[in-house]
């Protein structure tokens, strides 16, 4: 599939942090990662990001957009979690019938029931993608965080929502449903 130059930089964003989670895992999954790829991805993205602010139709970007996706070594789950294509598309909760409704449930400190729980009758139960600001990295589950039959409970050693910025979006929260 081809993608934007936009398109490119925000599966690299996406990406930089998948390949920062499989570094910290490791070999446990297979082979390890290039341990400084995240950094890499980084550094590539925001010279892209860069020529992109600075003149979107500059013919060079398609380019090293193109050196950049390269990188990603064509990583389709970051394209599925940015929306862009692959095995699952974000669920509007307000309207569940209509696939292709992306929606994002911004997370304040003060949405939260207590230190750790965010209840939200919308993602109870459903297959979610949770992107943590204050880290930041999208939250494996298990690990650093589990689904109740209420919405979410952080399971992160010392988490405690009222302790950040209460103006700041502290989750973002994705309901995936595979198609």
Known sequence: MAY???EKIKIAKICQYLAARDVRNGSLFGATLNPVLPQILYIERK???WGFDKNPDDPILVGVSN?????????LEAAQISNLGGGGVVVDPNNPNNDNAPYLIPVYPGDFASATAYNNPYIAGENLQIFANFIPKYLDNPDEYVTTVDGINITIDGFDAA?????????????????
């Open 47 to 49: 010279s892209v990001e």
């Open 67 to 75: 050196y950049l996706y390269s990188l990603c070594n064509n990583c």
């Open 163 to 179: 302790v950040f910025d209460p103006n700041k979006v502290l989750l973002n929260i994705y309901i995936v449903k595979n198609v």
């Open 4 to 6: 934007t130059v936009e």
